[in-house]
């Protein structure tokens, strides 16, 4: 039997993806290098194209002999995501891509330029087992967890399309990631602290990006986020709030009735106390749900004093949803009290509105129509 804990970890038994270089260690890349015929020095090479040169095209690599190529390619690098829709918004500075995984599951990520930086948002599993009702991707429940190639091989086709030059502002690289697209990450925690590792690890191990330019999102899987505190690795953590009390956020946020709110930020605390990084607190602003200036005022109490930062999202409503974002009036107001209480706060952009950009709605509409 599982520990209680456990049971939110539990997934459909489906076939894995194939195994490739981004889930390997160092040493199992040697090890695997080895098989090959191939001297265990090699394997830093290979992870320089793949990591640092972002080469995806083993059979051009003179590293390895050309016998070998293929392979290389079939069994350390085989295909893991494959496009089946990019959409572009915000004059082209937003792409939205929908991969199709070996299984034929779609999953979502988006890049979003600015003038100074560019973030990707991936997903960590095919759907989410969570089930908030007003986020699209809860709606489907959970397809499968991502494997760690899965999630890295999304912000590294970020990245070559940036260095490319592919999306419009010109050469860039890919500076923050959030996992914000599909999935609970804390319910897929090995395969995404893997992947953390993966991209932040210097090359030629990994792609070397910040670990502080990285979020992690989550409902607020209590024994998971006190793991992350333990990990050492300095990501910012975003806990999905969304009401300041249980009565509401037991709706909006289901899994609330296993980790109460008072539970979460003290588990939020700890991350902060641990790692002296600001927690960010997600609130998406539901018309007449959760935006109440009192609701404001008791999270405002709730944080007051922590080493904290609020996000607002306007509520990007989902297909069919009787709920929608705040009115303007509310919204000020409610940010209003949260700095009366002295809490840092700022309403999130809206980038991607127009592709569905937010929470697996594309997802959902490319696989309706398969
Ligand atoms: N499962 C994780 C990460 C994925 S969602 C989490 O819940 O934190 C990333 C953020 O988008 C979360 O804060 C989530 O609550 C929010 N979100 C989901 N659906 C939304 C919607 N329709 N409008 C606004 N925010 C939404």
């Given at each position: 039997m599982p520990a209680?804990?456990?049971?939110?970890?539990?997934?459909?038994?489906?076939?894995?993806?194939?195994?490739?270089?981004?889930?390997?260690?160092?040493?199992?890349?040697?090890?695997?290098?080895?098989?090959?015929?191939?001297?265990?020095?090699?394997?830093?090479?290979?992870s320089r194209q793949w990591f640092s040169r972002l080469s995806d095209d083993p059979l051009s690599w003179t590293d390895v002999p050309a016998e070998l190529r293929q392979r290389v390619k079939d069994e350390l690098f085989p295909d893991l995501i494959t496009s089946v829709r990019e959409l572009t918004c915000d004059a082209g500075a937003t792409v939205k891509q929908v991969w199709k995984l070996f299984d034929g599951v779609m999953v979502e990520s988006v890049l979003m330029r600015y003038s100074d930086r560019s973030t990707m948002c991936v997903s960590s599993q095919a759907g989410c087992g969570m089930n908030c009702p007003f986020c699209a991707t809860g709606q489907a429940g959970l397809t499968r967890n991502l494997s760690t190639g899965e999630?890295?091989?999304?912000?590294l086709a970020g990245?070559?399309?940036?260095?490319?030059?592919?999306?419009?502002?010109?050469?860039?690289?890919?500076?923050?990631l959030v996992f914000m697209g599909m999935g609970e990450p804390m319910a897929n925690y090995k395969n995404v602290i893997e992947a953390i590792r993966r991209l932040t690890q210097p090359?030629?191990?990994?792609?070397?990006?910040?670990?502080?330019?990285?979020?992690?999102?989550?409902?607020?899987?209590?024994?998971?986020?006190?793991?992350?505190?333990?990990?050492?690795?300095?990501?910012?953590?975003?806990?999905?709030?969304?009401?300041?009390?249980?009565?509401?956020?037991?709706?909006?946020?289901?899994?609330?009735?296993?980790?109460?709110v008072q539970e979460v930020l003290?588990?939020?605390?700890?991350?902060?106390?641990?790692?002296?990084?600001?927690?960010?607190?997600?609130?998406?602003?539901?018309?007449?749900?959760?935006?109440?200036a009192w609701r404001a005022d008791l999270l405002g109490e709730l944080l007051a004093g922590h080493l904290v930062h609020v996000n607002l999202i306007p509520l990007n409503p989902t297909p069919g949803s009787k709920w929608t974002a705040s009115r303007p009036e509310d919204e000020r107001e409610f940010v209003a009290r949260l700095k009366d209480h002295g809490v840092a706060v700022t309403v999130r952009d809206t980038r991607g509105r127009e592709i569905d950009g937010a929470c697996g709605q594309l997802a959902a509409v490319v696989t309706s129509e398969a």
């Amino acid at each position: 039997m599982p520990a209680p804990g456990e049971l939110i970890m539990i997934e459909p038994k489906r076939p894995k993806p194939p195994q490739h270089w981004s889930d390997l260690t160092v040493d199992d890349r040697k090890t695997k290098i080895v098989e090959f015929g191939l001297p265990a020095f090699r394997a830093d090479q290979l992870s320089r194209q793949w990591f640092s040169r972002l080469s995806d095209d083993p059979l051009s690599w003179t590293d390895v002999p050309a016998e070998l190529r293929q392979r290389v390619k079939d069994e350390l690098f085989p295909d893991l995501i494959t496009s089946v829709r990019e959409l572009t918004c915000d004059a082209g500075a937003t792409v939205k891509q929908v991969w199709k995984l070996f299984d034929g599951v779609m999953v979502e990520s988006v890049l979003m330029r600015y003038s100074d930086r560019s973030t990707m948002c991936v997903s960590s599993q095919a759907g989410c087992g969570m089930n908030c009702p007003f986020c699209a991707t809860g709606q489907a429940g959970l397809t499968r967890n991502l494997s760690t190639g899965e999630i890295v091989e999304q912000v590294l086709a970020g990245a070559r399309s940036l260095a490319r030059g592919d999306v419009e502002g010109g050469i860039g690289r890919v500076n923050n990631l959030v996992f914000m697209g599909m999935g609970e990450p804390m319910a897929n925690y090995k395969n995404v602290i893997e992947a953390i590792r993966r991209l932040t690890q210097p090359a030629p191990a990994g792609f070397g990006m910040s670990a502080r330019g990285i979020t992690l999102s989550t409902v607020g899987l209590v024994p998971r986020m006190l793991q992350l505190a333990e990990e050492g690795i300095p990501v910012t953590l975003a806990v999905s709030l969304h009401a300041p009390d249980d009565e509401l956020r037991d709706t909006l946020v289901p899994i609330n009735t296993r980790f109460k709110v008072q539970e979460v930020l003290d588990a939020a605390w700890n991350y902060a106390d641990v790692t002296g990084r600001r927690v960010s607190i997600e609130y998406a602003m539901i018309k007449d749900i959760n935006d109440q200036a009192w609701r404001a005022d008791l999270l405002g109490e709730l944080l007051a004093g922590h080493l904290v930062h609020v996000n607002l999202i306007p509520l990007n409503p989902t297909p069919g949803s009787k709920w929608t974002a705040s009115r303007p009036e509310d919204e000020r107001e409610f940010v209003a009290r949260l700095k009366d209480h002295g809490v840092a706060v700022t309403v999130r952009d809206t980038r991607g509105r127009e592709i569905d950009g937010a929470c697996g709605q594309l997802a959902a509409v490319v696989t309706s129509e398969a």
